[in-house]
């Protein structure tokens, strides 16, 4: 009983002081006239009683009207603005009049009561146009926010915005209808995510959120694919693009994340995905008995001697060999899709894995143009049948992509704890706009004139991938009908 009595003083209380706040209704521009005008004259009323009859001293009626009228005054138009403030004051003035009409007027008074009128005008005139000003630089701002607000409601993707510390600022309808939940305004997101995620199939930590990076670093962070278990069970994939966002000082101040639902597209990625991998096992066990078959007609010919069938026979195991290498390169993107490429390290000298790949691609494009420069004759430890496939692919493409006439150059060299490999060409070269695509998943350079090079364009991306993970470098110097460098960097390993 007594607690409901507290609380609805407290709740009266709180109204009483919000009724009085005079800054309560910052940015709503509603100015009365009729509150400054009510309280004034009462006050003026009631302090003509009260000073009279309980001091009746009239020199403190003047010192404490002065007092409490600018009070007044000050208070009206910080409440009321303009309007406020110039009706206190206008009832002030006139009740000044009454007091010196009252004691009997003096010219010199009604000089007096002229400065106090200028002065008291002036003090509405600058507190209620400040806070008019304010008033509508405030509305200026909500309405900003508000069709900002319009606009990010009608995006096809989910916005979500924290502040500082994590909490929920925004978040639009479609951020929730992905997401699967409500998002309430407020709510700690990165403490206790809403949902699970997942990232490349492992949990997101909390210091691995969105949010704990940005607060790191302010770099945005574009195109990060998530998997999202949503509460009624379904599983969505989403790709997330965030950034931090900075106040003048380049503080963050807050967070935001646009999400887009990618679950079909995904989906239809990795049915591809399966369909290629099954695609390539099931190419690869009849290639490999055609290989032996091949292998076994290749030695009985070669001993019944007859040369013009011995030619042909060449030639299909050479096209196996290209098929092989290309269901193999399928085998290997499939594997790099799903995670499943597998490396096993080992302690290598790198001239040896250079000088047998050179050996081998020789041997079977029957032609001598790699010429071979060391400058670190070092070991490495790292996958050494993957570092070969690197190796291997840039020598055929440098060979490919080149005429038969001109060489071909290998070299390495020691740099800060890696051992650089450079694979020069004197061919077509590529153009500067394509030296990152080229790295790219299926990523072939098509004009006219490369159009006649045979290819998938899978090798560059699985050495690549394969140089990431061995977290080494890999990159082009090109340019267009002037040749090209492909370098790849391994750490070396502390010995
Ligand atoms: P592909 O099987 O098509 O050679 P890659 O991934 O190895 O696939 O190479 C991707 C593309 O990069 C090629 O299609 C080609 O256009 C370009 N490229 C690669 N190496 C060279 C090179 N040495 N000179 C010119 N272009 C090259």
């Known amino acids: 009983m007594k607690n409901t009595i507290s609380t609805v003083h407290f709740s009266l209380l709180k109204k009483l002081f919000h009724f009085i706040n005079p800054l309560v209704r910052l940015g709503e521009r509603k100015y009365s006239y009729f509150l400054p005008l009510f309280v004034t004259i009462t006050i003026a009323t009631l302090s003509e009683f009260f000073i009279i009859s309980v001091f009746n001293n009239p020199e403190l009626r003047g010192l404490i009207a002065i007092f409490m009228f600018i009070s007044i005054i000050l208070y009206f ?277 250079i000088l047998d790949a050179i050996e081998t691609l020789e041997a079977t494009k029957k032609q001598k143009r790699i010429e071979f420069t060391s400058h670190y004759k070092g070991n490495l430890i790292a996958d050494k049948f993957r570092v070969t496939q690197v190796l291997n692919n840039l020598l055929t493409n440098a060979i490919k992509y080149s005429p038969e006439n001109t060489k071909v150059i290998v070299k390495t060299k020691r740099t800060d704890g890696f051992a650089l490999v450079s694979v020069k060409d004197f061919g077509i070269g590529i153009d500067k706009t394509q030296h990152k695509k080229i790295f790219d998943r299926l990523y072939q350079v098509t004009d006219k004139y490369e159009k006649t090079f045979p290819g998938l364009g899978m090798g560059l991306y699985i050495s690549k991938e394969i140089i990431k993970t061995h977290r080494g470098k890999i990159w082009v110097e090109s340019k267009k009908g002037k040749g090209s460098i492909f370098y790849f960097s391994l750490p070396i390993a502390k010995e």
């Open 77 to 353: 138009s910080l409440r009321d603005g303009l309007k406020g403030g110039f009706t206190s004051a206008t009832v002030t003035i006139l009740y000044y009049l009454y007091i010196v009409y009252d004691q009997g007027e003096t010219r010199e008074s009604i000089q007096t009561i002229a400065l106090f009128g200028l002065i008291y005008f002036a003090i509405a005139g600058i507190i209620g146009w400040l806070r008019q000003s304010i008033d509508r630089l405030i509305e200026k701002e909500t309405d900003d926010r508000r069709r900002l607000n319009v606009v990010i409601e009608q995006l096809p993707v989910g916005v979500i915005i924290n502040d500082k510390d994590g909490s929920v600022e925004f978040a639009n309808k479609q951020a929730e209808n992905i997401l699967g939940v409500k998002i309430p305004i407020g709510y700690q997101i990165y403490q206790k995510p809403l949902v699970k995620t997942t990232y490349l199939g492992k949990p997101v930590a909390s210091s691995k959120t969105i949010f704990a990076q940005h607060l790191k670093s302010t770099k945005p962070i574009i195109g990060r694919e998530y998997e999202v278990y949503r509460p009624d069970g379904k599983k969505v994939y989403i790709q997330s693009n965030s950034s931090a966002i900075l106040n003048r000082k380049g503080e963050v101040i807050a967070t935001a994340s646009i999400f887009n639902n990618i679950t079909e597209q995904k989906e239809a990625e990795l049915r591809k995905d399966d369909f290629v991998n099954m695609a390539s096992h099931e190419l690869k066990t009849p290639l490999t008995s055609m290989q032996l078959y091949v292998d076994t007609l290749a030695s009985s010919i070669k001993k019944s001697n007859n040369s013009k069938t011995s030619k042909l026979v060449t030639g299909i195991k050479l096209q196996i060999n290209r098929l092989q290498k290309l269901v193999a390169e399928l085998l290997d993107v499939s594997r790099l899709q799903t995670g499943r490429l597998t490396y096993s390290k080992e302690k290598f000298i790198l001239d040896d894995l």
